[in-house]
């Protein structure tokens, strides 16, 4: 096993400051993985047993519809990707977590946290803040693409994420963006004539 990636420090930093005796009960509940290309972290119908931060590479969230692979989540450096409501519930994923590109990843499973939460209501006061920015960066998400037109879901999404443009290819970005794959061309194409590339 790889050690801890510092990252992750830098990001439970910003909901708790932890001790020493904290910080090194959390190293040993994280572990560190390397992952190819399209390798699946979880798979429809199994039990998500883990939560994934992401130290270098992209993970993407899909479900089916019918054939179709309908993208919820892609997610890069710095941020976390699970089936959370498995991994929080105990119910069977209904998405299938997989990487796109070759990937280190931090990683801790349920029980992992469990040992956490029992150890330090620290931990208990930094699972709380991280589920409840997930739950507020959710409904962000999922109210703007409501209530935006595709133009807007675009130019936001490459503000945001301009380096993604390059790493993702378009129909993943077109369906996390519900955009119909040749309206994401058009805009696409608007984008990198206008010098914005």
């Known amino acids: 096993m790889k050690l801890m990636g ?5 990001y439970i930093n910003r909901f708790v400051e932890l001790t020493d005796a904290e910080r090194k009960v959390l190293r040993q509940q994280i572990q560190i993985m390397t992952c190819v290309p399209k390798q699946v972290l ?3 119908g199994e039990l998500e047993q883990h939560t994934y931060f992401i130290e270098k590479g992209l993970v993407r969230k899909y479900f089916y519809r019918g054939q179709e692979e309908i993208t919820v989540q892609i997610s890069k450096e710095g941020q976390l990707i699970s089936s959370s409501v498995s991994f929080l519930s105990g119910v069977p994923s209904d998405f299938v977590i997989e990487t796109m590109e070759p990937c280190t990843l931090a990683f801790i499973t349920k029980s992992g946290m469990e040992t956490l939460y029992e150890y330090s209501v620290k931990f208990e006061k930094m699972g709380r803040l991280i589920i409840l920015e997930w739950m507020l960066l959710k409904e962000k998400t999922d109210t703007f693409r409501m209530i935006s037109s595709p133009k807007e879901r675009f130019s936001q999404f490459i503000r945001e994420n301009p380096d993604l443009l390059s790493r993702v290819p378009q129909k993943y970005l077109a369906s996390l963006l519900d ?3 040749e ?3 058009r805009f696409k194409k608007q984008y990198i004539l206008n010098g914005e590339e």
């Open 179 to 181: 955009v119909k794959p």
């Open 6 to 10: 510092t990252n992750v420090f830098a």
């Open 42 to 44: 979880t798979n429809i």
């Open 183 to 185: 309206t994401f061309s």
